[in-house]
């Protein structure tokens, strides 16, 4: 999962940008208004942090001009005002949350994860496909009741692809929401990891999930339609 980071309060930045990179998003961070509407109109981003006190362009400007362009990401909005005005304000603008400052940042985790339910068809939040799961809040995956043991960014890739289940993933569209603009990697480095991801998921079981479509990347199959 991708997020974009608009704050221009760079100790804030920095320390949201540690804590969700170490829960195993790829972020990219922004510091003006400008800035941060330039990144999402660039990039698909699956979240976007967005305070409302910027330089050059506010947060509302900037969120009400995204959702003009029919930029559908859903977008938290930070802000040090609690007024119930304020509050209205932004979530008229276009947010989907409205979080006052200071806040814990275990409560921004738990409002993205809010986030990321409402689309999925499990309210639950729990992914599956097969006998694979995987819960974004308790960070764990499974198969068959076996925990596997992933890395932070191999279980963000799993998240990935059992967030779109059955449909062909290129490497284009795996780098581009599971790692930022600063990542400085080998160009083989989402095949490296679905090969980390296939020891653990696919070698121990009889069934396979992970499908190779030749030339062109990989889909995470539910066994019923894998041979369709």
Known sequence: MRILIVEDNHRLNHSL???????????????????GEEL??????DAII??????????????RDLRRQRINTPIIMLTARDTV????QGLDSGADDYLVKPFALNELRARLRALFRRESADRSGILSVGDLTLDPAAHVA????????????EFALLEYFMRNP???ITREMAETHIWNYDFEGTSNVVDVYIRRLRRKIDDPFQVKLF?????AGYRLCDPPTRAL
């Open 40 to 45: 999402a109109c660039s990039a698909p981003y």
């Open 17 to 35: 940008n540690i804590s969700l990179t170490e829960e195993g998003y790829a972020v990219d961070s922004a510091f003006t208004g400008p800035e």
């Open 85 to 88: 005005e304020d509050r209205v």
């Open 166 to 168: 059955n449909r062909l």
């Open 211 to 215: 499908e190779t479509v030749r030339g």
């Open 142 to 153: 499974s198969r068959a009741g076996k925990v596997l043991g992933l890395t932070s960014k």
């Open 50 to 63: 967005l305070d409302v006190m910027l330089p050059e362009k506010d947060g509302i400007a900037v969120c």
